[in-house]
């Protein structure tokens, strides 16, 4: 069994194109049933469900808004959070210090647009650059962490983005929370705030969001040939599915191990900069729970293949740029029902993605030898 890729054949990608489905039915659904709502409300006179007319207030509202710059760059953001996911999972580490990487390229990214004297195309760039960097200094100091003192990567990562969302708060280009830097239940009770981002010109948006995710997508493609046809992809995988084989064979288990863990995290912290290019408007302010977790629900709807996940991350970047979208995922009760949704499939892949050729527990170690 190879680390990162799934055991549970057409049962499970059946039941995640299901699920898919449901997003795009559901929200369609809902949309169109809050319009006729909606209207009815305001014949009325008022009368009706709030919530609906909600819905239908923000669904006139955003029903003439152009999405396609957002579609680009939504997609080059999901797609390298499902890599920083995608990357570690293949040597053996549950990424779920994903969130504190986005946080780091977010808040170097926003120092970066604070102080470099340069025009916004060029602290757009550096902030990119700054933020990548930063993802993985935080991914390759969680893997340090675990091999040096025994912390198990599932909780330095979510220590670490609890303290972060302070600093990210803080470094803020504007003096508000961005979206998803809170995972308090209250947030879903408000609409989530969003930092003005550089005022980059349209063009220099979409021309970029492209080439990003032409990267993201030749990464994902590269990424894949590599673990199945070279001698070192075959060593990465070996440490993911028997640390303690691949350390008898004379692998670096925790050299690899951290290595992924660095290019995860610059994936995520790459995402984290990427937020400060956008407007009020772009879709991945409608994602319904904290931005830096979308990583795992691209990387379990992709069965935790690499080509999987490029194509759940495209597919989820159209559904969150639909009209419909936009107008359910603003109304907090509704949104709180698609993020539970969203984080369904982790119950039947992820027990499937787990090691089970000689060491069934070998996720959860935090040694890599056998006790004396």
Request: overall charge positive; charged content about 10%; proline content about 6%.
């Amino acid at each position: 069994m190879i680390p990162g890729r799934c055991r549970g054949g057409w049962l499970t990608i059946a039941a995640n194109a299901l699920l898919l489905a449901a997003l795009f039915a559901g929200t369609h659904l809902l949309f169109m049933a809050s319009g006729a709502g909606g209207a009815a409300a305001v014949g009325a006179g008022g009368a009706g469900d709030a919530a609906d007319g909600a819905a239908a207030a923000a669904g006139a509202a955003v029903a003439a808004t152009p999405w396609t710059r957002d579609l680009f760059l939504v997609a080059a953001g999901l797609l390298f959070l499902g890599l920083g996911f995608l990357l570690p999972l293949h040597a053996g580490l549950l990424n779920l210090a994903i969130h504190a990487q986005f946080l780091a390229g977010f808040a170097v990214g926003s120092i970066i647009t604070r102080y470099a004297a340069v025009v916004p195309g060029a602290q757009a760039g550096l902030a990119l650059l700054a933020g990548a960097a930063a993802g993985a200094f935080t991914g390759a100091l969680v893997a340090w962490l675990k091999r040096r003192f025994a912390i198990h990567e599932i909780l330095s990562g979510l220590l670490l983005a609890a303290t972060l969302t302070p600093l990210a708060r803080a470094l803020a280009v504007a003096p508000v929370s961005p979206p998803a830097l809170t995972i308090e239940l209250g947030v879903l009770a408000t609409p989530l705030p969003w930092a003005p981002g550089l005022a980059l010109p349209p063009s220099f948006v979409l021309g970029w969001s492209i080439l990003l995710l032409s990267v993201g997508l030749l990464i994902g493609f590269l990424s894949s040939h590599f673990l199945r046809a070279s001698v070192k992809g075959f060593e990465l995988r070996s440490v993911g599915s028997n640390p303690l084989a691949a350390v008898a064979a004379g692998v670096d288990v925790d050299g690899i191990q951290m290595l992924t863990m660095a290019l995860g995290g610059a994936c995520a912290g790459l995402t984290g900069a990427l937020q400060l290019w956008t407007e009020p408007a772009v879709a991945l302010e409608r994602w319904p729970f904290p931005l830096g977790f979308a990583g795992l629900t691209i990387a379990f709807l992709g069965a935790g293949y690499l080509r999987g996940a490029l194509l759940v991350a495209l597919l989820l970047a159209i559904w969150l740029n639909t009209p419909a979208a936009h107008a359910i995922l603003g109304v907090p009760a509704w949104a709180a029902a698609f993020a539970v949704l969203l984080v369904l499939p982790a119950l039947w892949v992820l027990p499937r993605l787990l090691p089970d050729q000689g060491a069934p527990r070998a996720i959860w170690r935090t040694r890599h030898r056998e006790p004396m």
